[in-house]
């Protein structure tokens, strides 16, 4: 296919556009860029590290999951801040579904009898974990009720390519109990692909080889998970919809129209629970079967074994499936020339237990910025745009807070949101910067005028030498021919889901780390202990967070022209669909091997006699797919990209200034320009998700799919509807030219006038 | 360098010729392989597994090392059959150096006391596990005296670039004990690179990932080590030279001239103990310093850290520096028409302690063989050329009497050796060949005529099969393209080696194994009730065995003319050409990028400032390197080879016989083709290895570095020496081409008359 050529001739980066000759403040004219340098010197000179440090300890000082008193308390406490500042405050209330435990039972019966403890020990060495009274207990929001008996099968992460491992040696879980260890996907994909095999019930425990003794010194001794720490967290199929289970696309108001919790789709088929290591150790050696492969063994000290048996659990669940009140607030500084764009800041304050990492560290970063922007507004400054702060509720259950809030001003946010700067969990490290690639520019640039606080070099030089020195060959290569680093594409896992996955408002992710591992995640040892040994000592990168992004928020508030740049959108999509092509001829290859070698009888040949052994089944070819509207998109879209980039630099060159009217057209077309990238009908089976560039894998949970639509039915073998997806993706694509050419139209009659 | 791009351009497989038209009897004419096929089913008939069984019960049934009262009994035991089927026999006994320990002493001072166990436990289920009297205690033989006490530093597998991870932390093991694990190079490379590095003493242990639970379940449930099993070995300096450590280059005769064992270059320069990992927990346990890097984590349940300190050990070792009557059987049969051309085949007798596996389960197939043909000689049958059976003792110790033997006789071996053909540990599962590639079209068509006895294919098939379903992407492309199952060079190990690297004699190495995964090697584990269990239950794959080795043994000395092939040979050089050359462009882009990321300060700029980090050093750009002469003797050799394949086929097709003058004249050139590879002056610093072609790593140990003059130079940056050892190595090839050319001239002659 000719346009496949055309996507392949266009090597790595070629897209890109060296910004060395690009304005150091996109979207601001020269003499309001000294203006804007001068404002965040006086935004950086507010900055309190204490301040964060305080409200860490105010924040995680009990238990705040939501529903819980001190979840109240303290988003009384955080609008109260807010109100301080200045900002008009209110707390939006919603009522969602939130089962919490009534029993919680998993026995072993044979071949040995043991009762798992389902319990985090308190620690002298850590002030806030003895607060049984108010702690959640270990469990997995959204399971369903069951009370389960049967054998034992280890399924390792449990994700479809670990049950194709099993159909090899025979092994069918149907009517027994998974075992399955934490991370490799989502948690929430567990028992969710064990229930489409067949599983009765599901248990997920906390291996010590991805975050306890195998990665170093555990709590309290270093930061990684004891042998009976354990890991909460939600299951419901969030890669569906988030949010509230019951009311799914609407916002749970007290009266809205709620589906019966018997029919809500995201609550799970089969039971499951999460357990520590000690826990599940006696049921790892009791299990009997062949050794599993390499990349199945975690760091016990046993052979794993599949199973099934003579390992048999009993598993019961009993939950209290009540309604609880949720508390987001929303705090809001108008603007003073174009009220109606609102730049949307937000980061959650709810937690599983006491929550200091996950999300305090983020949420009082976030409060920081917002008290210096207040303090700048005290002292007369006020923002051109509206800005928007966001305390989320609920996140930790279903990214709930957002998703309510978002479904029920979907048409103002549609209307008036520039963009949404998400932050969560933040420490020590390198910056970590996600989202829609149109703010790629933009924050590239604020990470440049951010001094790191551990070398004294700016943000973006360090994680440019992380990149150079540590990154994939591609990374590398990126790092070193690419004047902008490169930003991740956005999956789920926190608030921002919602504003770009179902409303299409351009997105980011913002925070540091990767020198603050440890293994607290959603157990009682995420204290303000922990935190300030390992997470974030000083509160350095706290204050590195705030700088970098209230850089972010400013510049969206204040720039002359919303700072939207589209070369790189433009080269990203184009390298998904080069990865698109790759992945078809891969797998056209890959099949065609498997059939010869099925043909041939190797498997059967190489195959130990003394261990079971099934051979894959032979795969249909994979034919030629027409892409071709989706390619010529992909070239067209480039094109657009490259003349409205012209056409800005041109403008910016003749020293021109837009007329006010031109520029809020200009700001309204650029605004709305991630809209574009959605489809009304979603993606098949998820109707909810309508971005068509970006989305949480089906099977991933939190990890991304790029071209979610094409590239989910490749991977499903699903050629119809990747060719049908294509064509989606090509009118979202030609949609979103479209309003860049617009755009370009109006630079390119400023420059002429 | 445009003969560099004259190697790239020769794809790879592109040397080799199809051999679907060659006769499936190399170096027999059509009459004579109808005949040899009778030959080898009458061979066949009169194998018999049960006595593979019972003398592996015999020969085990005791600790069997070399100097012990049952290695002795053995050595007459294996004589007395060899004379009773009909073969010239004789022991040749030897005087060597063998020290076994006096103290053994590992005690840890600090931060807690504790004293290794140094002791493998008798288990019920193993009858030969309780024979504590006449067992060798766990320890490393040629480890020197020593009494050393120190701070202990992990060093993870304890080869070159480990140290360099170490250095990246500053951390020094100078004057410091280090505790290495067994596996990632042969033992013998860690006290070596230890001492190199200023280290006091060595610990090597056996880290349960390796070879214990982490792979399966532990003995006597499984096969593999359980917590107190510890593995002897040598860690004389093999790769300097093999054999008696007292005489070099000289057969270990009662009167041979000898060095004062303090003079002796192989014993190690610092004492070296190995102990079980239920020794070593406690030592690693106490650890300090940082964690260390992923790669470097075994399987105990413990964060593995660099140290140095706290942990403080003491290690005291005294040995009893004996010399010990070495017992090789020599066992002949002479050729009927060319008996001064000698087919030797060979397998280790003696073990570490009772050695059912390890070497019994390979000795007693080559008993089997010789049995096999002493019946056939007994029914009239008698060999073109000479057969050489050998038994050698103190191979464990160092290769002792293979190299003291071979260098004993080295001119007549060097006059008459048409091939070494050497087994050793034997198991369930794929044929393992490795060799000198003029002989991998041989082994080829005999691996084709054995079948598999678990499925029912030939062995070649089987080992296809497993290299196309589960062999690296080169090995399948080799699998799927190459008619010939490429065959792995040799590197050390075993009883080729003098005969290989030394002498220059064609050599193979035959055994199977995959399927007999165990951790017994080198323990009083490795018994009957072991084998009989998981190494080759029923001795099917010893039958095997006996039938492949059989077959080349039987090809070799029957043969019309000597059954070698150089195609594969040029071939397979010309392959390691090419890796030389991409070692080389990839050494200089890595040098490149490496200083372009010094001096930027990139390192510097990543590394985490609450560790110690210390960044490379830049290293001098990588020259251009004069390979010409070399890559010129690659190319001729292909023409060469491909002109002796044609010359070769002419003649069989013409259905003309060669006069047996010139039979003789082209077998005494085809006898002595591979000794052209050697090089008078041997290798740089180790004159010892002669062999340009194959070569242990003078930093693995086992493992093969081929082309190693050239290779070795280059990983060590030593441009000048690469340059010089390239010639060496094109003389060589000039040579062996040369020679290959002579024989092409008598095929040709005979053609045409």
New interface residues.
């Given amino acids: 296919m000719r346009t496949v050529c055309l996507l392949f001739a266009c090597l790595p980066g070629c897209g890109s556009i060296s910004p060395a000759d690009d304005p150091p403040f996109l979207g601001f004219g020269e003499a309001q860029a000294a203006g804007q340098r001068a404002l965040e010197a006086r935004f950086d000179a507010q900055i309190k590290a204490d301040n964060l440090r305080d409200w860490m300890k105010r924040l995680a000082a009990r238990p705040h999951h939501l529903g819980s008193p001190y979840d109240r308390e303290n988003a009384g406490f955080i609008a109260a801040q807010f109100k301080s500042w200045g900002f008009e405050t209110r707390i939006e209330e919603f009522q969602v579904l939130f089962p919490t435990p009534r029993t919680r039972l998993l026995e072993m019966t044979a071949p040995a009898s043991f009762t798992a403890s389902l319990a985090e020990p308190a620690l002298k060495e850590d002030a806030t974990s003895g607060q049984a009274d108010e702690q959640l207990p270990v469990y997995n929001a959204y399971s369903c009720d069951g009370d389960v008996s049967g054998e034992l099968v280890y399924v390792n992460h449990g994700i479809p390519k670990d049950y194709e491992e099993l159909e090899r040696r025979g092994i069918d879980v149907k009517g027994k109990i998974v075992l399955a260890r934490y991370y490799g996907s989502w948690r929430g994909i567990k028992p969710k692909v064990a229930a489409e095999h067949g599983a009765i019930g599901c248990i997920i425990y906390s291996d010590?080889h991805e975050d306890g003794?195998?990665?170093?010194?555990?709590y309290p001794k270093?930061p990684?998970r004891s042998g009976r720490g354990a890991q909460r967290g939600s299951v419901m199929d969030m890669p569906l919809y988030p949010g509230d289970p019951l009311t799914p696309g609407v916002g749970a108001t007290a009266d809205a129209k709620r589906l019966p919790i018997k029919d809500a789709p995201t609550v799970t088929r089969i039971p499951v629970l999460p357990i520590s290591h000690d826990d599940a150790l006696p049921l790892l050696q009791a299990l009997g079967g062949p050794?599993v492969p390499e990349p199945w063994?975690g760091?016990?000290?046993?052979?794993y074994h599949f199973g099934p048996g003579p390992t048999r659990v009993r598993l019961k669940l009993e939950f209290d499936w009540k309604m609880v009140p949720l508390y987001n607030i929303i705090a809001r500084m108008a603007g003073s020339e174009r009220p109606d764009q609102w730049v949307l800041r937000g980061n959650h304050h709810d937690a599983w237990v006491n929550g200091a990492a996950d999300p305090v560290s983020g949420m009082v970063a976030v409060m920081e910025e917002a008290r210096a922007l207040g303090e700048l507004a005290k002292a007369g400054w006020r923002p051109r745009r509206t800005i928007v702060y966001c305390a989320w509720d609920g996140e930790e259950e279903g990214l709930i807070g957002s998703t309510e809030w978002a479904e029920l001003h979907a048409d103002e946010l549609k209307r008036h949101a520039v963009a949404y700067i998400n932050s969560d969990t933040n420490g020590r490290g390198f910056l970590h910067a996600s989202g829609s690639h149109s703010l790629e520019r933009l924050v590239n640039q604020a990470a440049r005028d951010v001094t790191d606080p551990?070398?004294k070099?700016s943000v973006a030089?360090?994680l440019?030498?992380?990149r150079?020195?540590?990154g994939t060959p591609e990374e590398q290569r990126d790092a070193r021919e690419r004047a902008e680093l490169r930003i991740e594409a956005l999956g789920s896992g926190s608030d921002y889901t919602v504003f770009l996955d179902h409303l299409g408002i351009a997105s980011l992710d913002l925070g540091f780390n990767g020198?603050n591992g440890g293994g607290s995640y959603h157990s009682i040892y995420d204290s303000f202990d922990h935190y300030a040994r390992f997470g974030d000592p000083g509160f350095a990168y706290g204050v590195a967070l705030v700088q970098i992004a209230g850089r972010v928020v400013l510049r969206l508030a204040d720039a002359d022209t919303l700072p939207f740049e589209f070369t790189a959108s433009s080269e990203t999509i184009a390298g998904y669909g080069r990865e698109i092509a790759k992945l078809v001829n891969d797998l056209r290859e890959e099949t065609e091997k498997r059939n010869r070698?099925l043909k041939e009888?190797?498997?059967e040949?190489?195959a130990?006699?003394?261990q079971d052994f099934v051979a894959p089944k032979p795969q249909p070819s994979v034919p030629a797919l027409d892409f071709a509207r989706f390619e010529k998109a992909v070239v067209a879209l480039g094109k657009s990209a490259q003349e409205n980039d012209e056409a800005r630099r041109a403008l910016e060159k003749s020293g021109k200034a837009m007329t006010p009217e031109a520029g809020k057209s200009l700001d309204g077309l650029l605004l709305k320009s991630e809209r574009a990238l959605t489809g009304a009908d979603g993606l098949p089976r998820r109707p909810w998700y309508k971005h068509q560039i970006y989305a949480p894998g089906f099977y991933t949970g939190y990890g991304v799919k790029t071209l979610p639509g094409i590239r989910e039915a490749v991977e499903e073998r699903n050629w119809e509807e990747a060719v049908k997806q294509a064509v989606n993706v090509a009118e979202a694509l030609e949609l979103y030219a479209a309003g860049i050419a617009q755009a370009t139209t109006l630079l390119k009659a400023a420059a002429r006038d």
Avoid: H, M, N, W
Avoid at 299 to 303: E, G
């Fill in positions: 010590p003794f195998f990665q170093g010194d555990v270093g990684y050794v063994r760091s016990l000290p046993i052979p551990q070398k070099i030089e360090r440019r030498a992380l150079l020195t540590r020198e070698l009888g190797r498997y040949a190489a130990d006699p003394r």
